[in-house]
């Protein structure tokens, strides 16, 4: 029986042939791949070459001594692509992370076709079956929880909440092929600055991120596992994206298919409905929240329940617990596409989350650097400020949103009516000082639209 050949080393040939657009010849190959730390020996070389052009990889040119390999196609390698295949080198993966990349790394010939596989799901137990271990646990729990007394939920997020929506809105979206830039995010976020060039269904997707993740945020005591929760957060990352408008925020029923893998997801929509009802109940039975997140990282896109958009649900939602708990939040960035959909297809297609769960530590820890340090920059939380967070939301919206002219006259007038006495006159400074300081790139926190701030700034002057 002939030895296998090991995926991973043709994927490195191959992307090492990318980079020459006119072809390479086999000497030069092999001098490249040895300064790579591949040695092979020119027999076999010459047996993964053949393989990578009887896989219809790469072509041949030219013939005997003149000959030259380039990528079918002749596509030309870039950095990016480098990075991405080669992201392992980056993030320390177990032997059983390794195995499933060896696997999925296969052509798709020769991975066997499987369907959704009930036991995965209905095997797991609430609080008695683990993914994290409890050292890994406890490591993320002391990376990712402030040093300080007991919040409310969802303090923590919305501290960083500027920064968050910029990056995770950015990075979900990079994972799925949106093309927008740090920057170009940043500046449709903050300033409704759309990026020509850039179709309308990017901008939409960028736009959609936004409004869910202040939906989780803003909502972080009544948001959980529960069908109100999943479903609209799938309604507002879908909206105007869909071809059929009424599949925002349903469970799908109709085949949906998997690119690049061989599986198949459930097809009967009152299967469907029952395992999705089954996932939630699972899920909000975790305590644990980092377990919690992780789950619904592993389950959501496993279960497809959605026509599209189910990847996107599950890095959103597996937020829910980190933001509740006042855990650093997990924004993705960083996280390499094709590490992404690779950890995913070891789901899909094995049942097997050790690539994911390297993964998911691997860009939790990246999250926590970022956002420490901006919290930290913050300061503590002022508690008059967290008592009154929510009428503070309301003035401050209600004065823009309505273009009140006499902006404190307002104020004092509504808070007569609605804070005790004892506290009004330093909510009304609070009150104050927020509209005095309130720009374009701080409005999202009131769940303002540049439109309605211009509106209010028009009629000030």
């Known amino acids: 029986m002939p030895k296998r050949i090991d995926e991973h080393e043709l994927k490195q040939i191959e992307i090492h042939i990318s980079a020459y657009s006119d072809g390479v010849g086999i000497s030069t190959l092999e001098s490249v791949l040895a300064a790579n730390g591949i040695v092979l020996n020119r027999r076999t070389l010459l047996r993964r070459l053949n393989r990578l052009i009887d896989d219809r990889r790469i072509v041949v040119i030219g013939v005997r001594k003149g000959s030259r390999y380039r990528l079918a196609g002749g596509i030309r390698a870039d950095s990016t692509i480098t990075e991405e295949e080669t992201y392992e080198t980056n993030i320390p993966l177990s032997e059983a992370s390794r195995d499933i990349l060896t696997y999925v790394r296969q052509p798709i010939q020769g991975r066997d076709p499987v369907g959704y596989q009930r036991d995965f799901l209905l095997s797991y137990s609430p609080n008695k079956t683990f993914y994290l271990d409890p050292d890994l646990v406890a490591h993320l729990h002391d990376i990712g929880k402030p040093q300080e007394p007991a919040l409310a939920a969802g303090i923590f997020a919305r501290q960083v909440l500027g920064r968050l929506l910029i990056d995770l809105s950015w990075a979900s979206s990079r994972l799925e092929g949106n093309t927008y830039s740090m920057l170009e995010t940043e500046r449709l976020i903050a300033f409704g600055q759309e990026t020509e060039g850039k179709s309308a269904f990017e901008t939409q997707m960028i736009l959609n991120h936004k409004q869910a993740i202040e939906f989780l945020v803003e909502s972080a005591e009544e948001t959980g596992f529960n069908r109100f929760t999943i479903l609209n957060l799938h309604a507002i990352l879908a909206d105007n994206l869909l071809p059929t408008p009424d599949a925002c925020g349903r469970l799908r029923s109709i085949p949906v298919g998997i690119g690049r893998s061989v599986y198949t997801p459930l097809t009967t929509p009152q299967l469907l409905d029952e395992y999705f009802q089954r996932?939630?109940?699972?899920?909000?039975?975790?305590?644990?929240?980092?377990?919690?997140?992780?789950?619904?990282?592993?389950?959501?896109?496993?279960?497809?329940?959605?026509?599209?958009?189910?990847?996107r649900v599950s890095r959103l939602s597996c937020n829910i617990p980190l933001i509740r708990h006042n855990l650093c939040p997990l924004s993705f960035i960083d996280v390499p596409k094709q590490a992404f959909v690779e950890s995913i297809l070891g789901v899909y297609e094995i049942n097997r989350v050790d690539l994911l769960r390297d993964l998911f530590v691997w860009a939790f820890e990246r999250s926590v650097k970022r956002y420490l340090v901006i919290r930290q920059e913050v300061g503590e939380p002022d508690p008059f400020r967290l008592r009154y967070r929510g009428a503070l939301l309301e003035i401050v919206g209600a004065v823009v949103r309505q273009a009140e002219p006499d902006a404190m006259q307002y104020v004092v007038d509504w808070t007569k009516r609605k804070i005790p006495a004892d506290d009004r006159d330093q909510f009304i400074s609070m009150a104050e000082k927020e509209l005095i300081s309130l720009h374009k790139g701080n409005i999202a926190r009131y769940h303002l639209r540049p439109s309605e701030f211009d509106k209010w700034k028009k009629v000030k002057q």
């Open 279 to 311: 996932f939630l109940e699972k899920a909000s039975a975790i305590t644990e929240p980092f377990e919690q997140a992780f789950f619904a990282l592993v389950h959501l896109p496993y279960l497809q329940a959605f026509e599209d958009i189910n990847k």
